[in-house]
Nanobody, 129 residues
Framework: QVQLVASGGASVQAGGSLRLSCVCA????????MGWFRQAPGKQREGVAA????????RYADSVKGRFTISRDTAKNTVFLQMNRLTAEDTATYYC??????????????????????WGRGTQVTVSS
């Protein structure tokens, strides 16, 4: 079974950047649709970004469009989340997740955490204003 190891969280100033990494252990990320999610204290977990394949479709939450980019390095079996122009509202624990690809239905559920079967441990991002 695939295991996911997320890292890269840190404390940064507003306006700064971070890059989160998610390594797929025991299996290859390229076999799965991958997503990044976050959960702030007292809030529900929300989908941030998702990737269908390394060169395929992506989807972003409106709150991060134009600031966050999801990408994959197939050689390193890693999925990244590049986060730019961070704000205090981006403060949360970030999780990566994987699910089987579902063809044309993928896009509509790309940011739905209930459709992801495998989860990594979170990595904390704290943005101070």
């Amino acid at each position: 079974q695939v295991q996911l190891v997320a890292s890269g969280g840190a404390s940064v100033q507003a306006g700064g950047s971070l890059r989160l990494s998610c390594v797929c252990a025991e299996y290859t990320c390229s076999a799965f649709a991958m997503g990044w999610f976050r959960q702030a204290p007292g809030k529900q977990r929300e989908g941030v970004a998702a990737s269908y394949t390394a060169a395929g479709s992506t989807r972003y939450a409106d709150s991060v469009k134009g600031r966050f980019t999801i990408s994959r390095d197939t050689a390193k079996n890693t999925v990244f989340l590049q986060m730019n122009r961070l704000t205090a509202e981006d403060t949360a624990t970030y999780y990566c997740a994987a699910k089987a690809r579902s063809g044309a239905a993928w896009y509509s559920s790309a940011l739905d955490d209930g459709t992801y079967a495998v989860w990594g441990r979170g990595t904390q991002v704290t943005v101070s204003s």
